[in-house]
């Protein structure tokens, strides 16, 4: 069975630009995760979305954007980018509704904003 | 919200024991996990506790004691793939975001 892919895998932006990453969640998946992870913070939470709805938001600006499509797959954009923005962003899935509820990770998108 | 402590790191040799510390604060629990990341990967499942006791699984056990707020992963019979980072999350109430802890980097010297 396939993982979480996530696209693309490295991303060089300038700062204001913006940008957006994909994830495609284990087959059969409904929840997708996205966090952002830094050396000097570790992974934060960004948000969590399940059947298309975006169940949990984390602390970060509204520049911070994402949806769910009908097929479980996921996108996070980021408007406005800014230096401290550079960051490995990994996306989680999984089922959703189960009480263990693992999530999986995907490699990441390493986004370095100059 | 959460506050969730772990060493930032730990060295130790292959074929030796090395337990991990985490302690949490938390207003609502509902299980607690460990992943392992490799440099440049993606974290991988290693264990989930949600009751008090010992979960044992080949090489790793988890610990939990929800009265402390106090997790361990224990590895033993340290390899040198082991060398990596080993990150704590926690899981508040029907929430279903994980919080983690900074990771504890570990080193398994020869």
């Known amino acids: 069975k396939a993982g979480v892919t996530q696209t693309p895998r490295y991303l060089i932006k300038t700062r204001g630009q913006q940008v957006t990453l994909s994830c495609s969640p284990i087959s059969g998946h409904r929840s997708v995760s996205w966090y952002q992870q830094t050396p000097g913070q570790g992974l934060q939470f960004l948000f969590e979305?399940?059947?298309?709805?975006?169940?949990n938001k984390g602390n970060f600006p509204g520049r911070f954007s994402g949806r769910q499509f009908s097929n479980s797959r996921s996108e996070m954009n980021v408007s406005t980018l800014e230096l401290g923005d550079s960051a490995l962003y990994l996306c989680a899935s999984s089922f959703g509704y189960l009480a263990k509820n693992i999530q999986y990770f995907g490699a990441g998108t390493r986004l370095s904003v100059l | 919200g959460q506050n969730i402590d772990q060493p930032t790191e730990m060295t130790a040799t292959e074929g030796a024991i090395v337990q991990i510390n985490c302690t949490y604060q938390t207003s609502g629990f509902n299980g607690l996990f460990w992943y392992q990341q490799h440099a440049g990967e993606a974290p991988t499942f290693l264990s989930y506790n949600v009751l008090d006791g010992l979960e044992e699984k080949g090489r790793f056990s988890s610990f939990l004691s929800r009265s402390k707020g106090y997790s361990y992963l224990l590895l033993k019979e340290l390899q040198m793939k082991d060398s990596a980072s080993y990150l704590c999350a926690v899981r508040e109430n029907d929430d279903y975001k994980l919080s983690f802890g900074a990771g504890t980097t570990v080193t398994v010297r020869a």
């Open positions: 979305y399940f059947s298309e709805t975006q169940r």
